[in-house]
């Protein structure tokens, strides 16, 4: 019994020895070799969707993950070894083939990504290749620093001009900015995360030195839950922070020279940049300065009437301080100073209708961020928007607008000032486990904005090519008013890695403000894929139903004056008058504007850094902001229309959301990056922009519109562009171009009583084309570095007209105007010290 119970008893300690050995060895299979770390900017700030991969030397497999908002990253390994380690997100110089060994324990490392931009103080051969953005299911397009300062835009001062560089991107002959079809205001701007639009008009009106700008970024598509009021998309601004190392640069700091009717002391725009640290390791700050001279010669104009002068001074101050490494207080400065005489002078336009404008500019914000040891981010933030702006005409006589131009002194003088005050606030919280991984962000908008204005108007009067009075208009009431609104915004947003070639997002945003008072949802919805092993390919689609912001200057009309207008036969006898015009916003609540969005993208980038996509965005609005003409002939006066003896109704225009959107485009976009710092792009778009509310009415636009449906004035079907900054046979020597060609915009015609005759925008100008040709050499002289360029803007000649007579009854019916022809143009910059 004995031996019997002794072997059975060690015959039970082998069993459970066996299976203890057992369940050790499988622990041991099952165990993942993890390979962990963090990715940060210079500044030792977290850097998120950085996309990071190992290959493995031994068993040729690929790992790959993407940082989260703390720029943390775990990889899973097979086996120990050696692998070689790669890290990209654009906009940043890539880690390239770093051969590391990981043993059996974890292994962790910190990456630390440097901005694209020009280096000068070392030797750095990287290519920067465009990569494939998995880390996101939205459209996203982007112009680094070194693109800002290579491609040969036209007054390479003017940050506004470089981002017609971006396709999808169209500038007016005004000046004004339109991303995929939308108007300016359709489109939200935003400096270092906060919002930059022009509180009242809800347009891109500062100025920035493109010296101050890191990068700028347009989202557009299915933007984040977080992007709101901006239906056009999103344009991020970025600008500089400094580094632990001091640097320098001056740009254009001596005046250049141009033949345009007589050589000329030509735009003239000094820049300065300075940069590094206030405490190493800790605090930093970035500068940038610009002064600008802008002198503009109009052809079509005698000599000493031709020409007017536009002087600016802007100064943008960045800062960072990193508290402790868990927690980075940011904050900027952005000052500008505008004075602008003779703006609006045209061949149709001469001196005496200009106006002298005068603005000015500052905008404050600070954001503290706080980085939590369990994975979670939060953010706070401010900023003040103020700015300032006075018109001032020639003189006070009756502006007479005549088939053959214009003559008389503009009717407008008046100055106006705008605010807006603005917090956000976000959480994002430790990423959750549940088929896949969720990446969840929830946060709030709350804005205030102001406006004031005291405006006097004259009036205007519409003469006959023969020179008799058709109608002349006056403005009663008062222009001195003020107007605010309150809004307010959250949102929530799930970015779901189901797996690593697969993104979900999901999410929701609600939007209120005071002057609607309601609120308003915006849902929604895009997916990104790539093929298996095919981390170089991306296919993503998706939905959104983004609201337009409320724009202060339509809910101003009301208030503001009044039109009377008589009418005149040709022996200038009154036949009607006076008659009224007039603005209301009537009874019945309005809605908030809302438009429908669906974009569809592929992508696929080569291994030598060809990157090929297509894209198609679709937007459909509905609910627009429009005013509509009440007064229909044989119709009584409107119940809303107050009672003003003696008067005839004219137009009694009622606030509306009657007005309908529709956009459609498609593009190819190829784009290649090579050998240490050289690229290029071409783009081709077709599109179309079309609104039923084309001509958006207002008191001081003369214009008469019975008719509004039509193309949108920046409405361009057919678009070709391309540029490129590329190696030259001889060393140091580099090629610089910019092709931009594309439809002319439309207009329309208009009788002698001003008003549009047919359909709107029934015309075009002739097909736009624009070729820059600059060679740059980059050289050291006397202990600097130095990058000087010489080229011709317009190499061609080609006229490219901005002004048309469209009056039908003018001897000069359908002539064009305006327009610059070749230029010839010089850039010197110095760009620091060399390393000795």
């Not at 401010?382 to 503009?410: C, E, V």
């Not at 106006?416 to 990423?431: F, G, K, L, Y």
């Not at 190696?727 to 580099?734: C, G, I, S, V």
Request: one cysteine or more; proline letters at 5%.
């Amino acid at each position: 019994m004995v031996i019997r119970s002794g072997v059975r008893l060690h015959g039970v300690k082998g069993v459970l020895h066996v299976l203890l050995r057992l369940l050790v060895l499988a622990a041991t299979a099952q165990a993942e070799v993890r390979f962990t770390g963090q990715v940060q900017t210079p500044n030792y700030t977290p850097l998120p969707g950085v996309r990071v991969w190992l290959e493995c030397e031994e068993c040729a497999e690929r790992i790959q993950r993407f940082s989260d908002s703390q720029g943390q990253f775990v990889l899973p390994l097979p086996l120990p070894g050696i692998y070689r380690l790669y890290a990209e997100r654009e906009g940043y110089f890539p880690a390239q083939a770093r051969r590391i060994t990981i043993g059996e324990s974890s292994t962790e490392v910190t990456l630390t990504l440097e901005p694209v931009r020009e280096r000068i103080d070392s030797v750095d051969v990287r290519a920067v290749h465009t990569s494939i953005d998995m880390d996101s299911t939205s459209s996203r397009r982007m112009l680094t620093s070194r693109d800002l300062v290579n491609i040969p835009y036209p007054n390479t001062n003017d940050f506004r001009g470089a981002l017609r560089a971006v396709p999808g991107v169209v500038r007016d002959a005004r000046g004004g900015l339109h991303v995929n079809g939308s108007s300016e205001e359709q489109v939200q701007f935003n400096l270092n995360g906060f919002n930059l639009n022009d509180p009242l008009t809800g347009r891109f009106s500062s100025r920035l030195s493109v010296e101050s700008v890191e990068n700028v970024e347009l989202t557009s598509g299915n933007p984040a839950a977080e992007i709101g009021k901006g239906a056009g998309g999103l344009l991020a601004i970025q600008t500089h922070t400094g580094d632990d190392k001091i640097r320098y640069s001056a740009t254009n700091f001596f005046p250049g020279v141009e033949n345009r009717k007589g050589w000329i002391i030509g735009n003239w725009t000094p820049r300065f940049e300075v940069s590094g640290p206030l405490r190493r390791g800790r605090t930093w700050f970035s500068n940038s300065s610009d002064i600008q001279y802008v002198k503009t010669v109009v052809r079509d104009l005698p000599v000493g009437q031709d020409r007017s002068v536009s002087r600016g001074l802007s100064n943008l101050l960045h800062l960072q301080h990193n508290v402790t490494p868990a927690n980075i207080l940011t904050g900027s400065f952005l000052v500008n100073l505008t004075s602008a005489a003779r703006t609006g002078l045209t061949a149709l336009d001469p001196v005496e209708t200009t106006i002298d404008r005068r603005t000015r500019q500052w905008f404050f914000n600070v954001k503290d961020q706080i980085f939590l040891g369990n994975r979670t981010v939060m953010e706070i933030g401010f900023a003040a928007n103020r700015t300032f702006g006075r018109d001032i005409p020639q003189g006070h006589s009756m502006l007479s607008i005549t088939p053959s131009g214009k003559r008389g002194n503009f009717f407008v003088d008046g100055l106006r000032t705008a605010s807006r005050n603005q917090i956000i606030a976000s959480i994002v919280p430790a990423p959750v486990s549940w088929r896949g991984t969720h990446y969840w962000k929830v946060g709030i908008d709350l804005d205030r904005l102001g406006y004031f204005q005291d405006v006097r108007r004259s009036g205007f009067e519409n003469l006959s090519e023969s020179g008799y009075r058709t109608s002349r208009t006056v403005f009663a009431g008062s222009g001195r008013l003020s107007k605010s609104n309150d809004e307010g915004s959250l949102f929530v947003q799930d970015s779901w890695r189901v797996r690593q070639n697969l993104l979900l997002e999901t999410g929701a945003r609600g939007d209120w403000d005071r002057i609607l008072h309601r609120w308003s949802a915006s849902p929604r919805l895009g997916v990104a894929w790539s093929p298996p092993r095919s981390d170089n390919t991306k296919i993503s689609a998706g939905m959104a139903w983004i609201s337009d912001a409320t724009n202060l200057r339509i809910f101003t009309r009301p208030l503001d004056q009044y039109t009377l207008t008589n009418y005149y036969s040709p022996n200038d006898q009154l036949v009607r008058g006076p008659s009224l015009s007039i603005y209301s916003i009537g009874n019945a609540p309005l809605l908030r504007p809302a438009y429908r969005l669906l974009s569809l993208g592929a992508a696929h980038r080569w291994r030598q850094g060809i990157l090929v996509r297509a894209d198609y965005a679709r937007r459909r609005g509905s609910s627009g902001f429009t005013y509509l003409n009440s007064n229909l002939p044989d119709s009584p006066n409107p119940d809303w229309l107050p009672n003003f003896h003696a008067v005839q109704l004219d137009a009694a225009y009622q606030l509306t959301n009657h007005r309908t959107d529709a956009f459609d485009s498609i593009t190819v976009t190829v784009r290649h990056s090579f050998r240490e710092r050289w690229e290029w792009l071409a783009a081709y778009t077709r599109s179309r922009a079309l609104s039923n509310a084309v001509v958006d009415v207002s008191v001081e636009d003369p214009i008469i519109v019975t008719t509004n449906v039509g193309p949108m004035p920046w409405d361009a079907p057919h678009r070709f562009q391309s540029w490129g900054y590329l190696p030259l046979p001889r060393k140091d020597w580099a090629l610089a171009f910019l092709l931009d060609t594309r439809s002319g915009f439309p207009f329309s015609l208009q009788g002698g009583d001003g008003r549009i005759l047919g359909a709107v925008n029934s015309e075009r100008f002739p097909f736009y084309f624009e070729l820059n040709v600059h060679v740059e050499r980059k050289f050291v002289f006397r202990g600097h570095h130095w990058a000087w360029r010489f080229g011709c803007n317009n190499i061609t000649g080609r006229i490219n007209p901005d002004t048309v007579n469209n009056f039908v009854s003018s001897s000069r019916y359908r002539q064009f105007y305006g327009g610059s022809g070749r230029a010839v143009n010089m850039r010197i910059r110095w760009l620091g010290r060399a390393a000795r």
